[in-house]
């Protein structure tokens, strides 16, 4: 695990953002989950995975990364599954970057308003929603 908080800027930096490695897709989707396993994505009328691209992050700061906007997962038009974690999937790959727990846990219990959530990655290998 990196300890230098400039060592682990310099690591999101290269994994997330305008300043990605090569290795790194220039967009990846975001998926709610309903656990960490990422085959148990939520479902509901009007959910959506949104696509967030790379310049959609500000530089890393503190050991944390965070999102410059906010993904739109969809407006419901019924309710959803309970979302306790979410993932960043790339489609092209087939891979998953990064899953964790969401900061509390997204219901929606009924049509409404658009839902989004603001990713922040810390340490390199967790993000919060």
Excluded at 59 to 64: F, K, N, S, T, Y
Excluded at 87 to 109: F, I, Q, R
Aim: proline letters at 7%.
């Amino acid at each position: 695990m990196l300890r230098d908080i400039a060592a682990i800027n310099a690591s999101l930096d290269n994994d997330y953002g305008t300043t990605r490695g090569p290795n790194t897709p220039a967009s990846l989707e975001v998926a709610l989950l309903a656990s960490a396993d990422p085959a148990d994505e939520i479902t509901g009328g009007g959910y959506v995975r949104p696509v967030h691209d790379s310049d959609d992050w500000l530089p890393a700061a503190d050991g944390v990364k965070t999102a410059s906007v906010a993904d739109d997962c969809g407006t419901p038009t019924g309710a959803w599954d309970t979302a306790q974690f979410a993932g960043l999937y790339d489609p092209v790959a087939g891979a998953w970057w990064d899953v964790v727990a969401l900061t509390e846990p997204l219901t929606v219990t009924g049509a409404g308003d658009p839902v989004t959530v603001v990713l922040s990655v810390a340490g390199g290998s967790n993000f919060e929603g």
